[in-house]
């Protein structure tokens, strides 16, 4: 690996509190992520065996350089991860030097500087995800091309799901809203009738409702609040493209007051831009770093009707303060706020979570899960439902390995 075309060992990052290194970074250390690593130098420790891979596919030479090359097709999960990595292990100045660099060694400066080249791919969710966290380094005469494939995939999602959600949550709304006193105006005459057959007089000819069954007074303002909070690390990258799609979705409905807040070090609250799903999945990349208290207590102060609300924390849980974020949720639950923690929104599974933090959520009452797009209105119908939300995400997984 030469020395001349890595980025110099002194920009390697000083652990800090959410840092994935695991202590300081010696003079032998530095020396070998510049240079490879060297056994007779001690070798390289995991964390720092993670970063020196993230250099080496992209600044190693060699017979296999070849094979590290390519665009964003079918290896684009594997390019998306790297990029996350790289936010993970460098300093922001440092990861627009190797992105850069990732256009012209690894293939994908065609891709972003060829309007056509663009046209012609088959775009999907991995696809957008990695033009998202490239977009600061998009050329000016590609990010037209680049925000209409991500459009393309948007309406393909919105397509997939939107009814089923509009259905999921409409249907659950007015479920919970049934009473056995409505108004006339309000009486479900089927599901009448049919509670009250065993009252039909054959020489009527009449069913005598002794029970009346209905909705409540229609609500034609917002019953549910739902807040959305999103990490946008590395490993959630496909997790950001379908939620920021999602939340657009249940925007969309009168019935739902839907925020969308991103965050990393840095807080971005998407939720009036969510009419327009390719401004808020270009507007989720933030930088490196987590510290999520700082998130959720902005959504707390946006919620307005507590007992009505529903709180999607979609993170993989790796915190620079997991106590301090840990209070927090504990805040939402004693006002009355429903919490739920999804470890991914992705048809791609669980990534790497912290369990420790998982498991003193679930104490909490919290069940932290993941959920793929196309399970997404039934968790919003259950969570409006009120239904515990632990045994529906178990009920899933059984349901889903039955017919696997």
């Not at 890595?6 to 695991?22: E, F, G, I, T, V």
């Not at 300093?91 to 660099?101: A, E, G, H, L, Y």
């Not at 925007?251 to 840095?266: E, K, N, Q």
């Not at 979609?314 to 209070?327: A, C, E, R």
Request: hydrophobic share 40%; net charge negative; glycine share 8%.
């Amino acid at each position: 690996m030469s020395p001349a075309n890595k980025p110099a060992a002194a920009d390697a990052p000083a652990p800090s509190s959410d840092s994935p290194l695991d202590g300081p970074i010696s003079a032998e250390e530095r020396w070998q992520l510049m240079l490879g690593a060297n056994e007779e130098l001690g070798g390289l420790r995991g964390s720092l065996q993670a970063m020196d891979r993230a250099l080496g596919a992209l600044y190693n030479t060699g017979d296999d350089a070849e094979d590290r090359r390519g665009g964003l097709g079918a290896s684009a999960p594997s390019v998306t991860r790297w990029l996350g990595d790289i936010r993970n292990y460098f300093p922001s100045r440092v990861v627009r030097v190797m992105q850069t660099d990732a256009i012209e060694r690894l293939g994908v400066r065609s891709l972003l500087t060829e309007p056509e080249v663009l046209e012609t791919l088959e775009p999907d969710v991995h696809l957008v995800a990695t033009l998202a966290q490239l977009s600061s380094v998009i050329p000016e005469r590609s990010r037209a091309t680049a925000r209409a494939v991500v459009a393309k995939v948007a309406r393909q999602v919105e397509e997939r799901i939107a009814d089923r959600l509009h259905q999921s949550v409409l249907g659950a709304l007015n479920r919970a809203s049934r009473t056995s006193r409505p108004r006339p105006g309000d009486i479900d005459w089927n599901r009448t009738i049919a509670a009250n057959l065993k009252n039909y007089l054959p020489e009527h000819r009449t069913v005598v409702p002794e029970r009346l069954i209905g909705y409540g007074r229609r609500h034609l303002g917002v019953q549910r609040e739902f807040a959305i909070c999103l990490d946008q690390s590395g490993s959630m990258a496909t997790s950001v493209v379908y939620a920021s799609i999602m939340a657009g979705v249940m925007a969309s409905l009168r019935t739902l007051r839907t925020s969308l807040v991103a965050y990393s070090t840095d807080i971005a609250d998407l939720t009036e831009a969510l009419a327009d799903p390719v401004d808020v999945i270009f507007g989720t990349q933030l930088g490196g770093g987590t510290n999520t208290s700082p998130a959720i207590e902005y959504c707390r102060q946006t919620i307005t009707r507590p007992a009505d609300s529903v709180f999607i924390l979609i993170s993989d849980l790796y915190d620079s303060d997991p106590k301090q974020m840990l209070g927090r949720v504990g805040e939402l639950l004693g006002s009355g706020v429903q919490v739920v923690v999804l470890l991914a929104l992705s048809d791609d599974g669980v990534p790497s979570y912290n369990h420790d933090v998982a498991r003193r959520l679930a104490a909490m009452g919290v069940p932290a899960f993941g959920c793929t797009p196309d399970a997404f209105p039934g968790l919003l119908a259950a969570a409006i439902h009120g239904e515990d939300l632990g045994r529906w995400a178990d009920e899933q997984a059984a349901a889903e390995a039955e017919g696997a």
